[in-house]
């Protein structure tokens, strides 16, 4: 049976990708995989009885060593700040590549704190700050003084005891360019250095709070139980800067996404499935569901979309239990194609995440092809006639092009960049000063006007020849080349339009994260908690993959 | 030291408040990373362009011909790069170029640099008495190492280079006798493993 790849054009809507959900092939939990077996060591833990001071935490394999440089800082309760025009925070984070010697870590004391007035080098990969969640980081360290165990309802509702608001790569502020490290295997999936930043901050957030306690009250102390521990994550903010990031890497969101519809492609494709593979299917879904249960959000929006998915998963598990037969030929298809006619997008994508827990053999080589070279298909192929790209605006962007732009409904926001903080927003051009310095975001309104354009030019003109006289449309002649390589490049959707929800962009980004709860603050950002119920690093060596449904 | 993704970005944010359309910014951002990667004083260039630009006289050149001579002061080096790499495949058959007066010619090299690549060629190109080897975008070798500002070139000479080897071949051929030495004499009994050893006949 060979079973069609879902069309862009449904999937790449984006009230559907803001419905998608952690899966196999999420970042986080392709790094703790990959990683494993690498050794883990606290190299240095030079903290003050108040918990400030410097430590270093690394991963090792053979010549291969990466290290986290934390600097926890003393902050007035006045000075802490999640908004990203904060510039102090309780700790500042740095991943080095190698052994950092006591140079780099007094040249990195200096500039780390600062984040982004600070500078970089090419030997440093990601760089990162964090606040404490005051409120649980205080209440552990009294328990723990006083050789109790803190409250659990109160780290349940919570979920983290610091909350990152930026985590950066990839040459920012002088960090090492990507092309410097890209051919090393272990870091072939996409973000693997933020997430080994993440995930080492957390077994700091962790070592420091018990060392507080055990200042506080060296006789009496104990150290935070390894299962509250591991009940723990690291909470993270995130506002609009997530969204432009994956309309500007075009190729990228294709490799993510394909890699994703691929593996749904191939479980339809399973003729046979096996009692053991239905078995951890039908685990990993039922115990699944105390993580949307305990997803706690004050947006009405979040909550509206945490019901139906839980009113839907609930009828598919009695459809599951009762009238399925798992035993009829191509029974995930069949699955499929019930979820996608009986139930809304939020179920569809959690059952299609769920799908793939069973099937590594499908997932695993696929996760290798989640990166992406963007500046191989940087160059527009101007050999090619202007019927061609009309063609291919046709066939790939067809909703898009029924859209009116002269209504000032669908042409009512605009993406800039703010002075402030650098950091991409979203205003209404009607009511705001800036529209003239508008981002190329609007890849919806400038597809349409390229293809007006087009229509009225000779078929038979070359690219070449178009683009002489009409530059300022080339930044979506470039785009319009790629989506029709990569079909999953381009959001189906207008991101300037009166209904645009900025959360569904991050959110999406956020699934391939492996986030498992989204708790919408407002329509433009969101707290989200990495690693909760992640295995500690002294477990990875023989930890369960599936430590998300535990 | 300002990292190649930094300097890709602001090379582009600034093309954009220059005055140019994103997706022309986009590969100026490109061009000046290239520029730097090669060790070419880009970011020096284009900071001085665009500080000056106000002041030029620039002509924009649309369709390139086999020889350009600005009519007004001088060529805008983006302009004409861009439909110097959009127009390279009809280019390509003009064999040699030329450009009268092109301002900050530095900005222009790295937009033939990149149509060296698309063609699959070499390109030769002489700014004034600077000479450069633009060798399929993987590198440039030049006569020009100086970290400065050329703020004009009078003429711009390119010449499109057939893929020919560098080499006699007699001297190919001494090369490939002496790796010959690397081999084994087969004698009858190592014939036998040869594929299709053993066949009489060549159904």
Same mark, same amino acid.
């Given at each position: 049976?060979?079973?069609?790849?879902?069309?862009?054009?449904?999937?790449?809507?984006?009230?559907?990708?803001?419905?998608?959900?952690?899966?196999?092939?999420?970042?986080?939990?392709?790094?703790?995989?990959?990683?494993?077996?690498?050794?883990?060591?606290?190299?240095?833990?030079?903290?003050?009885?108040?918990?400030?001071?410097?430590?270093?935490?690394?991963?090792?394999?053979?010549?291969?060593?990466?290290?986290?440089?934390?600097?926890?800082?003393?902050?007035?309760?006045?000075?802490?700040?999640?908004?990203?025009?904060?510039?102090?925070?309780?700790?500042?984070?740095?991943?080095?590549?190698?052994?950092?010697?006591?140079?780099?870590?007094?040249?990195?004391?200096?500039?780390?704190?600062?984040?982004?007035?600070?500078?970089?080098?090419?030997?440093?990969?990601?760089?990162?700050?964090?606040?404490?969640?005051?409120?649980?980081?205080?209440?552990?360290?009294?328990?723990?003084?006083?050789?109790?165990?803190?409250?659990?309802?109160?780290?349940?509702?919570?979920?983290?005891?610091?909350?990152?608001?930026?985590?950066?790569?990839?040459?920012?502020?002088?960090?090492?360019?990507?092309?410097?490290?890209?051919?090393?295997?272990?870091?072939?999936?996409?973000?693997? *250095?933020?997430?080994?930043? @993440? +995930? $080492?901050?957390?077994? !700091?957030? #962790?070592? &420091?709070?018990?060392?507080?306690?055990?200042?506080?009250?060296?006789?009496?102390?104990?150290?935070?139980?390894?299962?509250?521990?591991?009940?723990?994550?690291?909470?993270?903010?995130?506002?609009?800067?997530?969204?432009?990031?994956?309309?500007?890497?075009?190729?990228?969101?294709?490799?993510?996404?394909?890699?994703?519809?691929?593996?749904?492609?191939?479980?339809?494709?399973?003729?046979?499935?096996?009692?053991?593979?239905?078995?951890?299917?039908?685990?990993?879904?039922?115990?699944?569901?105390?993580?949307?249960?305990?997803?706690?959000?004050?947006?009405?929006?979040?909550?509206?979309?945490?019901?139906?998915?839980?009113?839907? *998963?609930?009828?598919?598990? @009695? +459809? $599951?239990?009762?009238? !399925?037969? #798992?035993? &009829?030929?191509?029974?995930?298809?069949?699955?499929?194609?019930?979820?996608?006619?009986?139930?809304?997008?939020?179920?569809?994508?959690?059952?299609?995440?769920?799908?793939?827990?069973?099937?590594?053999?499908?997932?695993?080589?696929?996760?290798?092809?989640?990166?992406?070279?963007?500046?191989?298909?940087?160059?527009?192929?101007?050999?090619?006639?202007?019927?061609?790209?009309?063609?291919?605006?046709?066939?790939?962007?067809?909703?898009?092009?029924?859209?009116?732009?002269?209504?000032?409904?669908?042409?009512?926001?605009?993406?800039?960049?703010?002075?402030?903080?650098?950091?991409?927003?979203?205003?209404?051009?009607?009511?705001?000063?800036?529209?003239?310095?508008?981002?190329?975001?609007?890849?919806?309104?400038?597809?349409?006007?390229?293809?007006?354009?087009?229509?009225?030019?000779?078929?038979?003109?070359?690219?070449?020849?178009?683009?002489?006289?009409?530059?300022?449309?080339?930044?979506?002649?470039?785009?319009?080349?790629?989506?029709?390589?990569?079909?999953?490049?381009?959001?189906?959707?207008?991101?300037?339009?009166?209904?645009?929800?900025?959360?569904?962009?991050?959110?999406?980004?956020?699934?391939?994260?492996?986030?498992?709860?989204?708790?919408?603050?407002?329509?433009?950002?969101?707290?989200?908690?990495?690693?909760?119920?992640?295995?500690?690093?002294?477990?990875?060596?023989?930890?369960?993959?599936?430590?998300?449904?535990? | 030291?300002?990292?190649?993704?930094?300097?890709?970005?602001?090379?582009?944010?600034?093309?954009?408040?220059?005055?140019?359309?994103?997706?022309?910014?986009?590969?100026?951002?490109?061009?000046?990373?290239?520029?730097?990667?090669?060790?070419?004083?880009?970011?020096?260039?284009?900071?001085?362009?665009?500080?000056?630009?106000?002041?030029?006289?620039?002509?924009?050149?649309?369709?390139?011909?086999?020889?350009?001579?600005?009519?007004?002061?001088?060529?805008?080096?983006?302009?004409?790069?861009?439909?110097?790499?959009?127009?390279?495949?009809?280019?390509?058959?003009?064999?040699?170029?030329?450009?009268?007066?092109?301002?900050?010619?530095?900005?222009?090299?790295?937009?033939?640099?990149?149509?060296?690549?698309?063609?699959?060629?070499?390109?030769?190109?002489?700014?004034?008495?600077?000479?450069?080897?633009?060798?399929?975008?993987?590198?440039?070798?030049?006569?020009?190492?100086?970290?400065?500002?050329?703020?004009?070139?009078?003429?711009?000479?390119?010449?499109?280079?057939?893929?020919?080897?560098?080499?006699?071949?007699?001297?190919?051929?001494?090369?490939?006798?002496?790796?010959?030495?690397?081999?084994?004499?087969?004698?009858?009994?190592?014939?036998?493993?040869?594929?299709?050893?053993?066949?009489?006949?060549?159904?």
């Amino acid at each position: 049976m060979n079973i069609s790849l879902r069309d862009p054009n449904v999937v790449m809507k984006l009230s559907r990708l803001g419905s998608f959900h952690q899966s196999k092939l999420s970042f986080l939990r392709s790094f703790l995989k990959e990683f494993k077996d690498w050794d883990y060591k606290r190299d240095l833990f030079e903290l003050n009885e108040h918990g400030y001071g410097t430590a270093v935490y690394s991963f090792k394999k053979k010549n291969r060593v990466y290290s986290l440089i934390c600097f926890a800082n003393e902050l007035d309760e006045n000075e802490r700040s999640d908004r990203v025009i904060a510039t102090k925070w309780d700790a500042a984070f740095t991943l080095f590549d190698g052994i950092p010697k006591k140079q780099d870590i007094e040249r990195l004391k200096n500039e780390v704190p600062k984040q982004e007035f600070g500078r970089l080098s090419y030997k440093e990969l990601t760089l990162s700050r964090a606040n404490k969640s005051v409120r649980v980081f205080n209440h552990v360290v009294e328990c723990l003084s006083e050789g109790k165990q803190p409250d659990n309802d109160l780290i349940t509702s919570v979920g983290y005891l610091y909350r990152t608001t930026a985590v950066y790569g990839s040459g920012k502020f002088g960090l090492a360019d990507r092309f410097r490290i890209k051919d090393r295997e272990e870091i072939y999936g996409p973000f693997r *250095l933020e997430m080994m930043l @993440v +995930y $080492l901050v957390r077994q !700091f957030t #962790f070592d &420091q709070v018990n060392h507080i306690a055990k200042s506080k009250n060296p006789k009496k102390a104990v150290n935070l139980d390894i299962n509250i521990c591991k009940s723990l994550g690291i909470g993270n903010s995130t506002g609009l800067g997530m969204a432009p990031f994956i309309v500007n890497h075009p190729t990228l969101l294709n490799n993510w996404i394909s890699a994703r519809e691929i593996s749904l492609k191939k479980i339809r494709e399973i003729k046979t499935i096996s009692e053991k593979d239905k078995n951890l299917f039908l685990e990993c879904l039922k115990k699944s569901i105390k993580n949307i249960t305990s997803w706690n959000t004050e947006s009405e929006y979040q909550i509206n979309k945490i019901k139906s998915l839980l009113k839907d *998963l609930n009828q598919f598990i @009695v +459809y $599951l239990d009762n009238d !399925f037969n #798992f035993e &009829q030929d191509y029974a995930f298809n069949e699955l499929y194609l019930h979820v996608e006619k009986e139930y809304c997008e939020e179920c569809i994508e959690y059952v299609v995440s769920m799908m793939m827990e069973p099937y590594d053999d499908i997932t695993s080589p696929l996760i290798k092809e989640m990166s992406s070279e963007e500046e191989k298909y940087f160059n527009i192929p101007t050999e090619r006639t202007v019927e061609d790209l009309k063609l291919i605006l046709e066939k790939k962007y067809p909703d898009i092009l029924t859209i009116d732009f002269t209504q000032d409904e669908n042409n009512l926001n605009f993406w800039f960049i703010s002075k402030n903080k650098e950091e991409p927003r979203l205003a209404n051009r009607f009511d705001e000063v800036g529209a003239e310095l508008e981002q190329p975001l609007a890849i919806a309104r400038d597809i349409k006007k390229l293809y007006e354009l087009l229509s009225v030019t000779k078929n038979s003109w070359t690219i070449a020849k178009f683009l002489s006289t009409n530059n300022e449309l080339r930044h979506v002649v470039r785009r319009a080349f790629i989506v029709e390589k990569f079909p999953y490049s381009e959001i189906q959707d207008n991101t300037i339009g009166q209904k645009i929800m900025p959360i569904d962009m991050l959110r999406l980004k956020l699934s391939f994260f492996g986030a498992l709860k989204f708790d919408p603050r407002s329509d433009k950002w969101l707290r989200i908690c990495m690693f909760q119920g992640a295995p500690l690093p002294e477990q990875l060596k023989n930890y369960d993959e599936h430590w998300v449904y535990n | 030291m300002r990292s190649l993704s930094e300097i890709d970005t602001v090379s582009k944010r600034s093309s954009k408040a220059a005055g140019y359309s994103w997706g022309i910014a986009e590969e100026i951002g490109k061009n000046i990373r290239l520029l730097e990667i090669f060790s070419l004083p880009g970011i020096k260039n284009l900071n001085s362009f665009f500080k000056k630009k106000k002041e030029l006289s620039l002509e924009n050149i649309s369709i390139i011909k086999q020889d350009n001579e600005a009519n007004k002061d001088e060529y805008c080096p983006i302009i004409a790069g861009v439909n110097f790499l959009d127009q390279i495949k009809t280019l390509e058959t003009l064999n040699e170029i030329t450009f009268k007066k092109v301002s900050y010619p530095l900005l222009f090299l790295p937009f033939v640099s990149r149509a060296a690549e698309v063609i699959g060629k070499r390109i030769f190109l002489k700014m004034d008495d600077r000479e450069f080897l633009l060798n399929f975008n993987n590198n440039i070798y030049s006569n020009y190492t100086k970290n400065e500002i050329i703020e004009s070139a009078e003429n711009i000479y390119l010449k499109v280079l057939e893929n020919r080897d560098s080499f006699e071949e007699k001297e190919w051929h001494e090369l490939y006798k002496l790796s010959e030495e690397t081999f084994v004499e087969e004698n009858e009994s190592l014939k036998q493993g040869g594929a299709g050893a053993g066949l009489t006949d060549n159904d």
